[in-house]
């Protein structure tokens, strides 16, 4: 049985085999799109490892067959589960004994308490196991004409047709979607690397062509050059995936009947975004999920299990990471001092639906308190946050309901029309 797959020939095998970060990689190099040479080991591997505890017959000759360079070994499990494994970059394959380990390390973290926590969180069987992907490195810290980003194919907070997201110069990818460090807006590129924005955009045209559908992708540009690093849907909710739905009929991408499927009815009642109004803004950050959330502040991810229990608490950080996952599905939202709109933070309050504000640069998260500039709040103090305006508010606020979206009228008219909606 082999174990280990080309990754470019990938699309021969469905994502329960290879995982959905390969499938989607070896679409890409179907489409055209420069993507790193690697190889993928199934998750059939990772079920065998996680049984007998070892690897599988066989697999170690197949790893020491690989071609000798210098990798990065990822996770890819059927199902999407951004930041719950492990990751290991720049690994030399001149090292086998290494690789080995490597792929055990991300094998194992299929069960660590986060990653489980998010499964049973999405409803995610713990059977599947993860694939894991080897993949020749590109560094985007090469040099001055190198760095990483991520993109959506549009604006994920509110639909609009144009590339959103945020690119870092002169740093690997794990220093944009960590939140760590201060990355600047998507469309820098434009000015700083024009043939890079160029080809992302190109890029992310081509992807939503093939998929009727908004994307997100990871990228890095090395000395100038694209390399793609990972593609999934976008995963618009709300007035985002309304403004979707009505833009792709406009443009022939998709008909109304598929248009109205689309849409949830999660997604038609938070189209009318909620807003703070008359309120003592003591903060404002960047809003990456909409919608209001009003809570006592909790200041770690394990205060915000134990306050839950008695109302709602705002999980306050400096920035979050896989293993505050616990909190962030306790609390009813987010706000952190570091990150973006790709940033953990940000991609997990997406996937729950949940309001979050990130980058609040003058806040500062101690022991028992956190400091909004001069401004400072002790553990259970209430606030509210604006997801799309990125205000941090005391207290409960009055919340006033949006105008009326006209592509939500638009969408609601068709329904009268198609049959059997």
């Known amino acids: 049985m082999a174990w280990v797959k080309r990754l470019h020939a990938g699309l021969d095998d469905p994502p329960e085999v290879i995982g959905g970060k390969a499938h989607g990689l070896a679409l890409l190099h ?7 040479a690697g190889h993928v080991i ?4 990772c079920r065998a490892f ?3 505890n070892r690897l599988p017959s066989g697999l170690r000759d197949e790893l020491r067959a690989l071609p000798p360079s210098v990798v990065s070994v990822r996770s890819g499990a059927a199902v999407s589960m951004p930041g719950m494994m492990n990751t290991i970059l720049n690994l030399a394959l001149s090292s086998p004994e290494e690789l080995e380990a490597a792929v055990e390390s991300v094998f194992s973290s299929w069960n660590t308490p986060r990653a489980r ?3 049973t969180l999405h409803d995610i069987s713990h059977d599947l196991g993860t694939a894991v992907i080897v993949q020749d490195m590109v560094f985007g810290d090469r040099d001055a004409r190198s760095g990483s980003g991520v993109a959506f194919s549009r604006n994920p907070d509110t639909g609009e047709n144009a590339p959103f997201g945020e690119v870092l110069f002169g740093h690997q990818g794990d220093a944009v979607v960590s939140g760590r460090s201060l990355t600047r807006p998507l469309s820098d590129l434009a000015t700083r690397e024009p043939e890079v924005w160029q080809d992302l955009s190109d890029a992310l045209a081509r992807i939503e062509q093939h998929h009727r559908d908004a994307c997100y992708v990871e990228f890095t540009f090395e000395s100038g050059a694209l390399w ?6 976008g995963g618009f909710t709300g007035a985002a995936a309304v403004r979707l739905a009505t833009d792709l009929v406009d443009e022939g991408l998709i008909n109304r009947a598929e248009a109205l499927r689309r ?4 997604d038609l009642h938070h189209a009318r975004t909620p807003r703070i109004a008359d309120a003592e803004v003591v903060a404002r950050g960047l809003g990456v999920c909409p919608g ?9 991810a394990d205060s915000a299990v134990r306050m839950a229990v008695d109302g709602p608490v705002v999980l306050v950080r400096p920035e979050t990471s896989p293993e505050d996952i616990r909190g962030l599905a306790a609390a009813t939202g987010v706000v952190t001092a570091r990150g973006g709109p790709a940033s953990h933070a940000a991609v997990v309050a997406r996937s729950m639906g949940k309001p979050a504000v990130v980058g609040v640069a003058d806040l500062v998260v101690g022991a028992g308190t956190a400091t909004f500039g001069e401004l400072e709040l002790s553990t259970g103090t209430v606030v509210t ?25 638009r969408l609601l008219d068709w329904a009268d029309d198609v049959p059997g909606c």
């Open 30 to 36: 179907r489409l055209g799109l420069p993507v790193p």
């Open 42 to 45: 199934t998750t059939d591997a």
């Open 50 to 52: 996680l049984r007998d």
């Open 117 to 119: 926590t998010y499964r």
């Open 228 to 233: 793609l690093l990972q593609v999934r849907p």
């Open 263 to 266: 849409v949830s009815p999660h």
């Open 292 to 300: 209001v959330a009003t809570g006592r502040v909790a200041l770690t």
């Open 385 to 409: 946050i604006d997801g799309t305006s990125g205000e941090v508010a005391l207290g409960s606020p009055r919340v006033v309901t949006g105008a009326a979206d006209p592509h939500l009228a």
